[in-house]
C-alpha cells in the first residue's frame, strides 16, 4: 500500500520525549493495575519489609513441614554459601517462608534442583538480595567474571543418558517489590545443561511476581530470560503467572532469549517491564523470546538485537496473545524484524504500538516483521529501516486459508517513517485464491497532523483502553502505561 499524503519528520520529537512516554522507576517498582489499566505509581506501592522474623524454617528436599530452625544473619553480598533454610514463615499465603540473603536464595536454588518443587508454598522476599559486587557489572560480558556464578532455580531437559529430568519449580514467589542485584550466568555452550537459565531456570505452575533482576550478566545458550529461562503450564489463565516483574540485566543467548522469560507456555505475562539488553541469534525479544501464552500490558525500552525473528515485545508470537504492549526500544537484526513482534504466526495482536527504531535486511516491520495472524488497532510512529520486503507496519502479511487467520484491520503509520510501503509485500501464493482486499482493512499512512488527531485512528477504544492526554507525547498512548 502505497502512501499518499504529504510528511514530515518527527523522530526528533519523538526520541526527546520517549523517556517522559514510557515509565522510569528506581528499584523495582511494580506496575499495579486499576479497573483494567497499568498504574505506575510508587506512591501506592507496597512498602519494603524489613522484618527479620525470630524463627527461621527448615526445608527438607523430599516432604515439606512446617518445622523451625535457625539460620545465619545475612551478609551484605552474598559469599557463596548455601542456608539450612529459610529466614522465617510456614510456605503458607498468609505465612510465606521469607528469603532475606543470598544464601537462602541459594538454598531455594539447591532444593528446587534436587526435586523439591514446593507446589502449592508460598515465598516472599523481604529485602535487596546482592549476589556479587556489582560495581563493575558492565565488564561480566567481556570476560571479566566475578566471584559468585549462580544456578539457577529449577532446570530441565534430556541430558547425558538421554533420560528427560524435569525439576520445576510450582510455588508462589513474591518478590514485594525487590530487586536482586548481581547475577552472573556464563553457560554459553550449546546444550541441555547451558539452556533454561535466568534467576528460575524451569518454573511449571507456578506465580512469579514482583520481583526485578538488575546489575546482572546472564550468557547462556537457549531458553534464556532475566526473570526465568522456560515457564510453562498445565492450562493457559489457570495456574501460571509473571506479575509485575522488570528486568534491567543483559540477556545474552542463541535462541529464545527474553528480558524476562525466553520460553513461555499457556502462561499469562502480564505488567513486566524490560530495560535490559537483550541479544542472541533467533527468537529475540525484550519481554518474550518465544511466547506461547498471553502477554498484557508491557514494555520495552531495551535494545533488542539478533539474526532473526526480533521483537520489541515478543520474537515469536504463535498461536498466543500479545495485546496493550509498547516498544521504545531500538530493534536490529536480519529477518524477521519487528517494533512489537518480529513473527506473529497465527497469533492474536492488538492495541500496540511501537515508536523505536527497527533496522534490519529482510521481512522488517514497524509493528511486525511477519503478519499471518491477527492484528488489530496498531500502529508505528518508530523509523523502519531495510532492504527487502520493508513495510512501515509489516514486512509480509500471509493469508493462511487452512486456519483462516491472516489479518489486519486499523493498523497506522506515521508516513515519514522511512518506509515507501505500509506493507512490504502481501504474500500472492498463501492465500488459495482468496481476494487479498479480503484480508486487511484500513491499514493506512498517516501525517503527523493527522496521527495527533484521535478521530484518525478509527477502531481504537479512547474511552477504555487509548488516550490523547500523553503529556507532551503528541500521539494515542495506552491508558496507564505512562508516568503517573
Known sequence: ???????????????????????????????????????????????????????ATMEPTENPTDEPTKVPVPDVVWDGSTADGFAGGKGTEDDPYFISNGAELAYLSKTVNEGTSYEGKYFKLTDDICLNDTTDWESWQDGSAPMNEWTAIGHTGYYADLEYAPFPFSGTFDGDNHSIMGIYIYRPEQGDANCYQGLFGYAENAVIQNVCVEQSYIHAFGNVGGIVGFINADTLNENSKLLGCRNEASVVGNNNVGGIVGLCALTDVENCSNLGSISGESTIGGIVGDNRGKITNCYNIGNISGDGTVGGIAGWNKDSYVTRCVNAGTISGNNNIGGVVGDNYHGIFSDSYNFGSVSGEKLVGGVAGQNCGSMTNCYNVGTVNGETLVGG????????EVKDMGYMTNCYCLDSCGASETIGVIEPEITYGKDSAETIENVIFLTNEQMKDAKSFVGFDFDKTWTMDGADYPYPTLIGISMD
Not at 499518499?4 to 522510569?24: D, G, H, Q, W
Not at 507496519?393 to 493462511?400: Q, S
Request: charged content about 15%.
Open 1 to 55: 500500500m502505497k502512501k499518499t499524503s504529504n510528511s514530515f519528520t518527527a523522530l526528533k520529537a519523538l526520541i526527546a520525549l520517549m523517556l517522559l512516554v514510557m515509565p522510569i522507576m528506581t528499584g523495582c517498582d511494580k506496575l499495579t493495575v486499576d479497573s483494567g489499566m497499568v498504574q505506575p505509581n510508587a506512591s501506592e506501592m507496597p512498602q519494603s519489609g524489613t522484618q527479620t522474623p525470630e524463627e
Open 393 to 400: 507496519i509489516v514486512g509480509e502479511h500471509t493469508y493462511l
